[in-house]
């Protein structure tokens, strides 16, 4: 176990000294590269800021306006014929647009329920097996201009339920 932790300790230092080494090995102008470098990031990063605090700001005010409470005892019924508790389903709403958010929700659902409950385990399991689709689309498709998704978002939600559904049947399991 302690080899364990030391390589993963040694790791990313490694890494980080053997992309240098190369650089100088093959007389690249490092620095310059990783000033190039930075400066796309900050040009990438001016691009998608207002589609990330869109995002943000519509996901908190889904949150704070009580809408997702309101989802939740809409759907009860049909969540509770398929299984999946009506708890969850704010949580697994607000997944796909921000993980920061959904996060929140968990650590409420962990103060509610406990995080050694049946709602504890799925909601980890769900947090850990679905992806921020709207925030991943924005943030890849914008830096790279993309205009046409053509079947990402039905996949990436297909994947999402697939991932949902698994949470609750291996939080079951457990």
């Keep these: 176990m302690k080899i364990m932790m030391f390589l993963s300790d040694i790791m990313i230092p ?7 080494g190369y650089g100088l090995l093959s007389r690249h102008n490092i620095y310059e590269e990783f000033i ?3 400066k796309d990031g900050f040009q990438t990063v001016i ?4 589609t990330l605090i869109g995002l943000m700001t519509a996901v908190g005010i889904l949150r704070a306006s009580g809408f997702l409470d309101f ?9 509770g014929l398929l299984g999946f508790p009506p708890e969850l389903l704010p949580l697994a709403v607000v997944k796909m ?11 409420d659902i962990y103060k509610e329920y406990g ?17 921020t689709i709207f925030y991943t689309m924005s943030v890849y498709f914008m830096s790279v201009k993309i205009k046409k998704s ?13 991932g949902t559904a698994a949470s609750v049947v291996l939080a079951k399991l457990m």
Aim: aromatic letters at 8%; charged letters at 10%; hydrophobic letters at 50%.
């Design 36 to 38: 190039e470098g930075a």
């Design 14 to 20: 490694l890494l980080i000294f053997g992309i240098v």
């Design 47 to 50: 691009g998608i800021m207002p």
């Design 97 to 107: 647009f921000s993980s920061s958010a959904a996060t929140g929700l968990l650590l």
């Design 71 to 79: 989802i939740s005892e809409i759907f009860s019924g049909f969540t």
């Design 150 to 162: 053509r079947y990402t978002l039905a996949g990436a939600l297909v994947a999402t339920l697939a």
């Design 115 to 131: 995080t050694d409950s049946l709602l504890g385990r799925m909601s980890s399991i769900l947090l850990s097996s679905t992806e």
